[in-house]
């Protein structure tokens, strides 16, 4: 349970429903969650991860409380978000085996302009499932 964190931009109403949406799809419960710029994100992304928090991206972190821990960014962690969740979204997973490339382009030209969209910051998820 909770093997795995996902690293979000905590300002960001978009970024708030995608968390929504993997707390859906993650039936399983093996992800939490941590705002970029929490307690979490200091002790995790550090060191050389450091650069991550500054990234404008989702970042995954598998095997978050081991030391054979893997990160994951921009459309690498969407697309191994849905592996990881597996039942059927396991199929869109499969495109974390492709490179990166062109998902990322499209990640990035997204996320320069995802604070435009008017939308309305939803309900916070079960507390449990949140790191600081």
Request: proline residues 6%.
């Amino acid at each position: 349970m909770h093997e795995h964190v996902i690293f979000f931009d905590g300002e960001c109403p978009f970024c708030h429903r995608a968390v929504r949406h993997v707390l859906e799809i993650d039936i399983h419960k093996r992800f939490v969650f941590a705002p970029l710029g929490g307690e979490t994100a200091k002790d995790i992304l550090s060191g050389p991860q450091a650069p991550l928090k500054k990234a404008g991206s989702l970042v995954l972190v598998e095997n978050y409380q081991s030391t054979d821990r893997q990160f994951w960014v921009r459309s690498r962690a969407i697309f191994r978000i849905y592996w990881l969740a597996g039942n059927g979204w396991g199929l869109v997973g499969i495109l974390s085996f492709l490179p990166g490339w062109l998902g990322d382009f499209l990640y990035r030209k997204f996320a320069e302009h995802r604070h435009q969209f008017k939308l309305k910051m939803p309900e916070a998820g079960p507390s449990d499932r949140f790191l600081p």
